[in-house]
């Protein structure tokens, strides 16, 4: 496993990460799900994902338990806060009162002292930018938090809260987790543009297009039982379309001639990129990260870059 710095800060992360959404507290039965925590970190994955809305707080509790044995100074955690977590009309969104609320909440679940990386899981545009920015700033000052990120924010909602951190003297956001994969491209233009300006990292999400990346979906066939696309989850539709079958048969044939995997062609594809902190993939079982962590040591050259963008074009 290679590991890279967290955008402009000292703290180093392993370019594949685990993530925890749609899996653990969920569909995955809790000794699975840490079986794989367990298979991830024995790979060299340093760092995991979760959130305080991945199944109302269920998905930090089974991480929790399964990284309960680790020295806590040899593990990166990352959990969040917006979402809805009850039915009250304080219990969602980025005010003072929901963000230092849910990360107490948060701290308890995973049952650590603090959390490594807090992100804003979205914008709120009911909430005043600055209150959030106090708040976060706050947990950072106790200990409860030691970086803060935000997750599918704009190119210019990142620049202002850069801006308003750096006015007020507010610790800034140094990561940034955005959906990126061969067929979601929509951070190139101007989010990594402007992450690499002010020093904030990319932590990726669906690098493999929920699964339609590894191959397994064939055009003309139905999904294999158990796979995602036959869990009743919509987020995999727009992805589960001919024209992104027939690519990723083409990535199959390329990825057979480098003697790898269509996923691990896909992830390594995504590594390319230096503002890429880590890539996030999600693994129901052991034998699923295995696989994944082997992207690690692609390298692609530029002539295979090259066949990529035509199959993609």
Not at 73 to 80: C, R
Not at 114 to 140: K, M, N, V
Not at 237 to 264: F, M, P, S, Y
Not at 285 to 308: H, R
Request: hydrophobic letters at 35%; one cysteine or more.
């Amino acid at each position: 496993m290679k590991y890279r710095r967290l955008g402009g800060t000292g703290l180093r992360v392993s370019e594949i990460s685990l993530g925890s959404w749609l899996t653990y507290g969920g569909y995955v039965d809790s000794e699975n799900a840490i079986n794989t925590i367990h298979k991830a970190y024995d790979r060299g994955i340093n760092f995991f994902d979760t959130a305080n809305v991945y199944m109302r707080g269920e998905a930090e509790k089974v991480v929790g338990q399964a990284i309960k044995s680790f020295p806590r100074e040899s593990y990166v955690l990352a959990t969040k806060v917006f979402n809805p977590m009850g039915e009250g009309p304080n219990d969602r969104g980025l005010s003072r009162k929901h963000i230092i609320e849910q990360a107490n909440a948060s701290l308890t679940r995973l049952d650590v002292d603090y959390i490594d990386i807090y992100y804003c899981h979205r914008y709120d545009s009911e909430t005043p930018l600055e209150e959030t920015l106090r708040a976060l700033d706050d947990l950072i000052r106790q200990g409860k938090v030691l970086y803060v990120g935000v997750s599918e924010w704009t190119a210019e909602q990142i620049t202002e809260a850069v801006h308003l951190a750096d006015q007020n003297l507010l610790d800034r956001i140094v990561v940034n987790q955005p959906q990126y994969n061969m067929f979601h491209r929509k951070i190139e233009n101007e989010i990594i543009p402007v992450s690499l300006k002010h020093g904030i990292g990319q932590v990726v999400w669906s690098p493999l297009a929920q699964g339609v990346l590894t191959g397994k979906y064939k055009k003309g066939a139905q999904p294999p039982e158990g796979s995602r696309a036959t869990t009743n989850n919509k987020s995999i539709d727009r992805h589960l379309i001919e024209e992104n079958l027939v690519k990723v048969e083409q990535l199959t044939k390329l990825a057979n001639e480098l003697g790898i995997t269509t996923a691990q062609l896909a992830i390594a594809w995504i590594l390319r990129e230096p503002n890429i902190s880590s890539a996030l993939v999600g693994a129901s079982i052991p034998e699923q990260i295995e696989e994944n962590v082997k992207a690690s040591d692609v390298t692609l050259d530029q002539n295979t870059l090259n066949k990529i963008e035509e199959i993609l074009n």
